[in-house]
């Protein structure tokens, strides 16, 4: 099972993919990770993305195409994958597409996490840290009458990531993004959308008749 998974920032997609990756018996290929341990391991291209990196500066596609490919081609992709965080353009698509040609690798779906985006923003405009332990507390659930932290007493704060406008404006971004993307796997027919709002199970379960 070869898997690509789309959803806007806060939806829980990396948390979903780490689930179906055990379910499926499928390696869990995370951009941010696989690319992280590039440059860690000092691989050319890792090498290569740490000077950009370093610099304050996106890694130019070129590179993390090509740390994706290096992945793929490692033993344990071979069974299948799920593809997490990436392509996030059309560009890297069609570039993607090159890389499974090249490789002789069929993708099988690509699922697209959708949320009602007041629904997505109620969630996370909810979120609450401790100042003292770290903490993190949902005040939809979490019922915290005297604003102060239930484990350490601490003083519970909202994070400027956790605040209306910086969400709307990822939000924003991430479909404007990501349409064109869609649009292109949907004309291939890989495209399938699911519901990303519900208990972390249900989403799960949700994810996995969609791959089926
Ligand atoms: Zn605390």
Redesign the pocket.
């Known amino acids: 099972m070869r898997i690509i998974l789309f959803g806007p920032p806060g939806v829980g997609k990396g948390t979903q993919a780490k689930i179906l990756s055990k379910n499926l018996k499928i390696v869990h290929i995370a951009t941010g990770d696989i690319l992280r341990e590039a440059v860690s391991r000092g691989t050319g291209l890792g090498n290569k993305a740490k000077s950009f990196m370093d610099r304050g500066e996106l890694v130019p596609d070129d590179i993390v195409i090509g740390i994706i490919q290096e992945r793929l081609k490692e033993h344990d992709a071979r069974n299948g994958f799920i593809l997490d965080g990436f392509p996030r353009t059309l560009p890297q698509a069609e570039a993607l597409d090159k890389v499974f040609d090249k490789l002789g690798i069929k993708i099988d779906r690509v699922v697209s996490m959708e949320v009602d985006k007041e629904v997505l923003m109620n969630r996370l405009t909810s979120r609450r840290v ?6 993190i507390f949902n005040l939809l659930v979490d019922k915290l009458d005297d604003s102060k ?6 003083e ?1 704060y909202q994070r400027d990531d956790d605040k209306r406008e910086t969400i709307e404006r990822r939000f924003e971004v991430y479909q404007n993004q990501t349409k064109p993307v869609k649009n292109y796997y949907s004309v291939k027919k890989l495209l399938v959308e699911v519901d990303g709002i519900g208990k972390i199970d249900e989403v799960t379960s949700w994810l996995k008749s969609a791959v089926k």
């Open positions: 401790c100042r003292n332990c770290g903490s932290c239930k484990k350490c007493g601490g519970i």
